[in-house]
C-alpha cells in the first residue's frame, strides 16, 4: 500500500499569501497524484490530477508539482474562500489512498 | 450535468447491515467507473470500494473486504454499496463518487461526488 504522508497539519496564513501545501509518497508513483479541497459540510472537489494538471473549473491560482514522491500543491494568493482542508490521493496502485489532509486556516 | 444522489444511509446495529444506492445522471453511466469513500466524523477521506464501468471488475480496501460488496445497474444507473457486519469503525459519511477518466483498469481519481449519506453504527 501506498501511504502519503501531507504537511503540515495546518497552515495558518492570511488572505492574499502563497500557501505551499507537500504530499510524500511511501513509493514512486510517476505522476499519479490528485490534489482535493474540501469545505466543511461539504464534498470533496477535484482540483489537480496527474500532479499538475488543473480540473474543470479551477482557478489558475492553484497549481500543482511534483513526480515520484514528492509532490505540492500551491495556492499563489490565498482568496477568502480558499480556507479549507485538502487532501491528495494517489491512482499508481490498489489500493486507492489518501493522505491525512492540510487544513489551511486563517491566520 | 453530472449528478450523483446517495441514499440508504441510518442507524444500525453492531453486526447488522445495510444497503447504500446512488442515482446516477448527467453521463453516460456504463463508461465510467464508480466508488465510494467515506470519511468518519472529524476524520480524513478513506476509499471504500470501486467497480468497474462494466461491472466485472471490483476492489475493495481492506478494512471492508469480505464484509462489504459493491454493484452496479447499468440499466438503472444505479450503484450500490452492500455492508454486512458492520462495525462501529464503519460509522462515517458516505460518498458515491465517477472516476474522472473512464479507463479500463479503474485506477482513477473521482472528478465528480454526491453530498454524501450518513451511517451510524450504534446499539
Known amino acids: 500500500e501506498i501511504v502519503l504522508t501531507q504537511s503540515p497539519a495546518t497552515l495558518s496564513l492570511s488572505p492574499g499569501e502563497r500557501a505551499t501545501l507537500s504530499c510524500r509518497a511511501s513509493?514512486?508513483?510517476?505522476?499519479?497524484l490528485a490534489w482535493y479541497q474540501q469545505k466543511p459540510g461539504q464534498a470533496p472537489r477535484l482540483l489537480i490530477y496527474?500532479?499538475?494538471h488543473r480540473a474543470t473549473g479551477i482557478p489558475a491560482r492553484f497549481s500543482g508539482s511534483g513526480s515520484g514522491t514528492e509532490f505540492t500543491l500551491t495556492i499563489s494568493s490565498l482568496d477568502s474562500e480558499d480556507f479549507a482542508v485538502y487532501y491528495c490521493?494517489?491512482?499508481?496502485?490498489?489500493?486507492?489512498?489518501f493522505g491525512g489532509g492540510t487544513k489551511v486556516e486563517i491566520k | 450535468e453530472v449528478q450523483l444522489l446517495e441514499s440508504g444511509g441510518g442507524l444500525v446495529q453492531p453486526g447488522g447491515s445495510q444497503r447504500l444506492s446512488c442515482a446516477a445522471s448527467?453521463?453516460?453511466?456504463?463508461?465510467?467507473?464508480m466508488g465510494w469513500v467515506r470519511q468518519a466524523p472529524g476524520k480524513g477521506l478513506e476509499w471504500v470500494s470501486v467497480?468497474?464501468?462494466?461491472?466485472?471488475?471490483?476492489y475493495y480496501a481492506d478494512s471492508v473486504k469480505g464484509r462489504f460488496t459493491i454493484s452496479r445497474d447499468n440499466s438503472k444507473n444505479t450503484l450500490h454499496l452492500q455492508m454486512n457486519s458492520l462495525r462501529g469503525e464503519d460509522t462515517a459519511v458516505y460518498y458515491c463518487?465517477?472516476?474522472?477518466?473512464?479507463?479500463?483498469?479503474?485506477?482513477?481519481?473521482?472528478?465528480?461526488w454526491g453530498q454524501g449519506t450518513l451511517v451510524t453504527v450504534s446499539s
Open positions: 448527467g453521463f453516460t453511466f456504463s463508461s465510467y467507473a
Open positions: 496527474d500532479a499538475s
Open positions: 467497480v468497474s464501468g462494466s461491472g466485472t471488475g471490483t
Open positions: 463518487a465517477r472516476a474522472t477518466f473512464g479507463y479500463t483498469n479503474s485506477l482513477e481519481y473521482f472528478q465528480h
Open positions: 513509493q514512486s508513483m510517476s505522476n499519479y
Open positions: 490521493q494517489q491512482r499508481s496502485n490498489w489500493p486507492l489512498t
